[in-house]
């Protein structure tokens, strides 16, 4: 009872809340745009589950935070570069990211989604999907865990915001993969930043550290521009009076 009475308490969980939802983004576009390769009617269970598996992941590293601090202890080196658990995990979810936001960019650009379309289109096994969003999940959460642990003490405060930030996620889910999914630019947009946020994670990986400031600045900056072009792509459709 204490802790709903205490004003640094509540300030902390709303810090922690709005931080989580900002590392969210990333996470649940990459879900989207997984969930997007399954039939129509498995796409909400898939946005779901792997939502709930994060929640889930990020509060079990939280319980488990001695754990999660060892981590970063170096395992071996790599031209006198210490590479530590957390790391290695950085280094290959960053390439997984990459690896996989280029193969969609190529789809996109090379028309084999919209010849699909047009032919019997063969989808995805859903274990498949679920196994790539446990493995990305994974990845986001040790990140995410790390930030709490950095800013709050309390751990009861850390699995508030956690889940708090996850049930808010999961409300606007479908909104997000339906305005992504409908916009081809704005789903290459999206692409593009899941390529730089792969780079990032290896960056950190070998331990090339990047303000996140710049990043979402920048991520902000070009959703920005790219709400303007829509805004005039769409009034340039309308006839003239």
Do not use: C
């Not at 709303?14 to 996470?27: P, Q, R």
């Not at 576009?29 to 889930?56: N, T």
């Not at 959460?141 to 996850?166: E, R």
């Amino acid at each position: 009872m204490e802790l709903l009475t205490n004003q640094q308490a509540w300030i902390a969980f709303l810090t922690l809340f709005a931080l989580e939802l900002v590392l969210g983004i990333d996470n649940i576009v990459f879900i989207s745009i997984l969930a997007s390769k399954l039939p129509a009617e498995q796409q909400s269970k898939a946005r779901f589950v792997g939502l709930m598996l994060a929640m889930g992941m990020r509060v079990g590293l939280l319980f488990s935070i001695s754990w999660v601090m060892s981590l970063t202890d170096p395992l071996f080196s790599i031209f006198t570069q210490g590479i530590s658990g957390r790391d290695l995990i950085l280094i290959l979810g960053g390439l997984f990211l990459i690896g996989k936001a280029t193969h969609e960019i190529h789809l996109k650009l090379g028309g084999a989604e919209e010849e699909a379309g047009t032919a019997a289109r063969t989808f995805p096994s859903f274990s498949s999907v679920i196994l790539q969003i446990i493995f990305l999940d994974l990845v986001f959460s040790l990140d995410s865990v790390i930030t709490a642990v950095g800013m709050v003490d309390q751990i009861s405060i850390m699995i508030a915001a956690v889940v708090a930030s996850v049930v808010f996620m999961m409300i606007f889910a479908n909104s997000i993969s339906n305005f992504v999914e409908n916009r081809p630019t704005i789903k290459m947009l999206a692409l593009s930043f899941l390529l730089m946020i792969g780079m990032v994670l290896v960056a950190e990986g070998w331990d090339q550290h990047i303000q996140k400031g710049y990043i979402y600045f920048a991520m902000g900056f070009s959703l920005f521009v790219e709400m303007l072009n829509l805004k005039l792509r769409k009034k340039a459709r309308k006839p003239l009076a």
